[in-house]
């Protein structure tokens, strides 16, 4: 089992920056990889940015130069750096572990609401 928890989300103006955090417990051994994910109103999730065991990192074109995906060295806490934030950022923001290989299973936070206003 994996708990996930986010924070750091809240309401900022257009170009400001934020930092979420997702704090993680339980066997985090089982993910090949952490993300974060959003879904704005009316949309579908999607992926924003990942890195797997072996650190390989991916972004989404739509956020690439602007965020970026971190954890600390124990590797329980995954961080999201966003900077730059535009209007169409606002999402609610998901932590995911992915254990599909181990366990067959996606773990996911609760979500952090970030708005961005113009």
């Known amino acids: 089992q994996v708990q996930l928890a986010e924070s750091g989300g809240g309401l900022v103006q257009a170009g400001d920056s934020l930092r979420l955090a997702c704090a993680t417990s339980g066997d985090t051994l089982c993910a090949s990889a952490m993300g974060w994910y959003r879904q704005a109103p009316g949309t579908e999730r999607e992926l924003v940015a990942r890195?797997?065991?072996?650190?390989?990192?991916y972004y989404a074109d739509s956020v690439r130069g602007r965020f970026t995906i971190s954890r600390d060295n124990t590797r329980n806490t995954l961080f999201l750096q966003m900077n730059s934030l535009k209007p169409e950022d606002t999402a609610v923001y998901y932590c995911?572990?992915?254990?599909?290989?181990?366990?067959?299973?996606?773990?996911w936070g609760q979500g952090t609401q970030v708005t961005v206003s113009s």
């Open positions: 890195i797997t065991d072996r650190d390989s990192i």
């Open positions: 995911n572990a992915d254990c599909l290989s181990l366990e067959g299973i996606d773990y």
